[in-house]
């Protein structure tokens, strides 16, 4: 069997490399869900090889993945790593330390055997990823029936840390609350529009530093 190269890039949400990355704890599955190592134990001593410099290249556990982590010596900043596997479809992210966010997004790379194949991993800022969690978080908070002072105080700081404005988020539900009701004989759509009612109920009696 021809193995394939995975050419992985880390780049911030401009496009641009991260030049701060000290240690990486990279991810790459089938999307079986099957982890390359252990699909192909051998990718760690091929990558102890090729980065023979590094500090560290192993298998670790961090948040519920089996990781493949590396961290060069001395210090060194990195921002590609590349990776013989067997022929298949993998998704692929991985967690960057430097500080400030970590986790980048997911790709699907399909290799075929003998190719080369390119993947560019974006590492969201924390204020993008404090308002893609916004709503979704507040829904599951309904739908788990926490206590609505906590949910209520949840939400503000995601806010602050985001820094969307209340009115901004106001209309956002306003505009979510009138798409459900049209969607009102959809199945999957009928179960939102109470709980995001709630929702805007909460975020309207926030008090926030612009008003």
């Keep these: 069997m021809s193995y394939g190269k995975l050419n992985i890039w880390i780049r911030n949400l401009d496009c641009s490399l991260v030049k701060t990355c000290w240690m990486t704890d990279l991810v790459i599955k089938t999307c079986n869900g099957d982890y390359?190592?252990?699909?192909?134990?051998?990718?760690?001593?091929?990558?102890?090889?090729?980065?023979?410099?590094?500090?560290?290249v192993k298998v670790r556990y961090y948040k519920k993945h089996k990781r493949i982590n590396l961290r060069p010596g001395g210090g060194e900043k990195f921002n590609h790593i590349e990776v013989d596997v067997p022929p298949g479809c993998y998704v692929v992210w991985t967690r960057v330390c430097y500080g400030h966010n970590e986790e980048t997004n997911k790709v699907m790379a399909i290799v075929d055997c003998g190719e080369e194949v390119c993947?560019?991993?974006?590492?969201?800022?924390?204020?993008?990823?404090?308002?893609?969690?916004?709503?979704?978080?507040?829904?599951?908070?309904?739908?788990?029936?926490?206590?609505?002072?906590?949910?209520?105080?949840?939400?503000?700081?995601?806010?602050?840390?985001?820094?969307?404005?209340?009115?901004?988020?106001?209309?956002?539900?306003?505009?979510?609350?009138?798409?459900?009701?049209?969607?009102?004989?959809?199945?999957?759509?009928?179960?939102?529009?109470?709980?995001?009612?709630?929702?805007?109920?909460?975020?309207?009696?926030?008090?926030?530093?612009?008003?």
């Design 36 to 56: 390359l190592v252990d699909m192909d134990p051998s990718v760690i001593e091929e990558l102890r090889k090729r980065y023979s410099d590094y500090d560290s």
């Design 119 to 211: 993947v560019n991993l974006l590492l969201n800022r924390v204020e993008t990823c404090a308002n893609e969690v916004l709503y979704p978080y507040a829904l599951r908070a309904m739908d788990k029936r926490l206590p609505e002072k906590e949910v209520a105080t949840a939400i503000k700081s995601l806010m602050e840390v985001g820094e969307i404005p209340k009115d901004e988020f106001v209309r956002e539900l306003e505009e979510r609350l009138e798409e459900l009701q049209e969607a009102k004989e959809e199945r999957e759509a009928q179960r939102y529009p109470e709980p995001t009612a709630k929702i805007l109920e909460i975020v309207k009696s926030l008090r926030v530093k612009e008003e």
